[in-house]
């Protein structure tokens, strides 16, 4: 589907900084606009017995909040970075190995989830794990007069009545995943996701451009 000629896709400008942390076997921070988040990724690992899958590995995924203990929305958005981690990564390389991911919630000034899964794609990444693909989040808001907003701040999330966040694999621009919440017609679902799937492309030119200049730096 089109995107409607009067969207205007703008993202808030994006950061991002691999290995940064001496522990994970794999680490980013991933910042959009004043929304930040950091990821940790250990594994190949060995795993426990009660969780151990015999044709793949077991991954595990734990989001910690900015303060306080994580809570009902932290273990909502474990469950869509799982899914979306499960979908790209070749788990069936490492058998019974356990996988594991943590993100920490630096700020969240909006669309958290969506750079909770560019965080944890970058992490994936670093960590030099087996991906049949990338995959970024884009998140998107509906205000009150019909407009799409892509990458909304908490203010513009307070004013919309439908806040949507799809996770896109980087070779068919497919939706791995979705998250929605508020009220909206199919016509503004279909629009939704055209906008998002139009909006990754600058999301992974970002990815390539921000592993060029890693590896650049390091060679």
Excluded at 20 to 26: I, T
Excluded at 86 to 113: C, K, M, W, Y
Excluded at 178 to 190: M, N
Aim: charge should be negative; aromatic fraction near 6%; include cysteine.
């Amino acid at each position: 589907m089109e995107v409607c000629k009067s969207t205007d896709i703008s993202l808030r400008e994006f950061g991002c900084e691999q290995n940064l942390l001496s522990r994970p076997d794999g680490s980013a921070s991933f910042i959009q606009g004043d929304t930040s988040v950091l990821a940790g990724m250990y594994g190949p690992a060995e795993v426990k017995v009660s969780k151990e899958i015999y044709d793949r590995a077991t991954l595990e995924v734990l989001i910690q909040p900015k303060v306080g203990l994580p809570s009902v929305r932290e273990r909502s958005q474990e469950q869509c970075v799982r899914e979306t981690c499960e979908a790209s990564l070749l788990s069936f390389l490492h058998p019974r190995s356990s996988l594991t991911l943590i993100l920490q919630v630096v700020h969240n000034d909006g669309s958290l989830l969506s750079c909770l899964l560019n965080a944890a794609c970058m992490a994936l990444m670093d960590a030099g794990l087996p991906m049949s693909c990338l995959f970024c989040g884009v998140t998107c808001a509906i205000n009150s007069d019909g407009q799409i907003i892509t990458d909304p701040t908490v203010a513009q999330e307070k004013e919309s009545r439908a806040i949507l966040t799809f996770a896109i694999d980087s070779t068919d621009h497919k939706v791995l995943m979705s998250s929605t919440q508020g009220s909206f017609s199919v016509y503004e679902l279909q629009q939704c996701i055209a906008v998002c799937q139009k909006a990754s492309e600058k999301i992974f030119l970002f990815y390539r451009d921000s592993v060029q200049r890693r590896y650049s730096k390091t060679l």
